[in-house]
């Protein structure tokens, strides 16, 4: 079993950067692939980034490519994302997910443990 903890969560400006945690609990963490998903009023919930424990594989939707970044510290049991150059449609509730598998899933469905999300907004 893992439980999930997302902070970091805010009020920015376009342009602006956000750091968001997930902490992790459970024995299974260090074998768990890491994602974030985000989801927006009237949205599905879709895939952001995600990070293998296997063999370090790193996915990242196409756009937040060269500007959000997935990072992972097991010894912390914890995953960040890093969200540069944030953008209005950057708005969403951010949800951290975790799976036990060597894959990067991008779908949502893929996932059975997830946290309560955090609300970020960008305004311009």
């Known amino acids: 079993q893992v439980q999930l903890v997302e902070s970091g969560g805010g009020l920015v400006q376009a342009g602006g950067s956000l750091r968001l945690s997930c902490a992790a609990s459970g024995r299974t963490f260090s074998t768990c692939s890491l994602a974030w998903f985000r989801q927006a009023p009237g949205k599905e919930r879709e895939f952001v980034a995600g990070?293998?424990?296997?063999?370090?594989?790193?996915r990242y939707a196409d756009s937040v490519k060269g500007r959000f970044t997935i990072s992972r510290d097991n010894a912390k049991n914890t995953v960040y994302l890093q969200m540069n150059s944030l953008k209005v449609e950057d708005t969403a509730v951010y949800y951290c997910a975790a799976e036990r598998t060597i894959w990067v899933p991008t779908q949502a469905h893929e996932y059975n443990y997830w946290g309560q999300g955090t609300q970020v907004t960008v305004s311009s």
């Open positions: 990070k293998s424990w296997y063999n370090d594989i790193t």
